[in-house]
C-alpha cells in the first residue's frame, strides 16, 4: 500500500479466508436448483446477507428458505477456513503497530462461530467483528463501512477497506475508503475500476 492506514476494515470470504470458490459450488447449486434462468446466480449474490438474498430471491417462500438456510448450515460446519496467501501475516503485522481493524462480514453470527472454531486467534487479532445482524442494508450500500469508521473514528481517507467481491468493492468506494481490491474471486481488470489497488494477495503489501 502506498501509506499505512489509521485503521483497516477487512471483508472475511475471498479477504481472510479462502472461501469464495467453496461458496461458489453452494451457491451455484441453489441457483442451478431454483433459478436456472440465472447462469451467474452464484457471483449476484456474493457480498450479500442471507436476507437480503432470501429478499429478493425467494421472497415469501419460507419453506425454500428454510431449506437452504438448513443445507447452508451443514455445508459450512465441513468447509475449510484456510487463510488467503500472506492474510494473517499482514492482521498480525497491522495488530502489532496498534492499528485498529474490523472484520466486516455479510455473514451471520452462526457462520462466525464456524470460523471461530477454525480460528480462535481471530478475536485477539481484531478489535470488533461486524456481522449481518450489526447493520440493516448489505453491500454494495456502504452501512457497513461506515459503521466500523464510526466505531474507529477514523476519516474515510485514512480508512483501508479490503474486498473482493462486486458488491463488497462498491460498498467500500460508496463509503469513501481507501479501497484495496483481491483478485480472489474476480479478474483484475474486473475489480480494478472499484478499487485504488489490485493485489493478488497479501503476500505483495507485506513488509
Known amino acids: 500500500m502506498q501509506k499505512q ?17 467453496q461458496y461458489s459450488v453452494f ?14 446466480f452464484c457471483q449476484l449474490i456474493k457480498g450479500q446477507t442471507l436476507v437480503q438474498i432470501y429478499e429478493r430471491w425467494f421472497a415469501g417462500e419460507e419453506a425454500k428458505q428454510a431449506q437452504i438456510t438448513q443445507r447452508l448450515d451443514a455445508f459450512e460446519a465441513q468447509m475449510h477456513y484456510e487463510y488467503i496467501p ?27 462461530r464456524q470460523v471461530m ?3 480462535p486467534e481471530l478475536p485477539q487479532l481484531f478489535d470488533r467483528i461486524l456481522t449481518s445482524e450489526d447493520f440493516s442494508a448489505s453491500k454494495p450500500a456502504p452501512d457497513c463501512y461506515l459503521l466500523g469508521m464510526r466505531l ?40 480494478a475500476p472499484l478499487a485504488d489497488e489490485v493485489i493478488d494477495n497479501f503476500k505483495e503489501i507485506l513488509v
Open 117 to 119: 472454531s477454525a480460528h
Open 86 to 112: 500472506g492474510a494473517r501475516e499482514y492482521i498480525m503485522q497491522l495488530h502489532a503497530l496498534g492499528i485498529p481493524m474490523a472484520i466486516v462480514t455479510s455473514s451471520n453470527q452462526e457462520k462466525m
Open 27 to 40: 451457491w451455484g447449486g441453489i441457483g442451478h436448483e431454483y433459478h436456472p434462468e440465472v447462469p451467474n
Open 152 to 191: 474507529f473514528g477514523v476519516p474515510a481517507a485514512d480508512c483501508a477497506v479490503f474486498e473482493d467481491s462486486i458488491n463488497g468493492l462498491k460498498a467500500g468506494r460508496a463509503a469513501g475508503c481507501h479501497v484495496v481490491g483481491l483478485a480472489t474471486t474476480n479478474p483484475r481488470e474486473v475489480i
Open 5 to 21: 492506514p489509521k485503521a483497516a476494515l477487512f471483508d472475511l470470504d475471498g479477504v481472510i479466508l479462502d472461501t469464495e470458490s
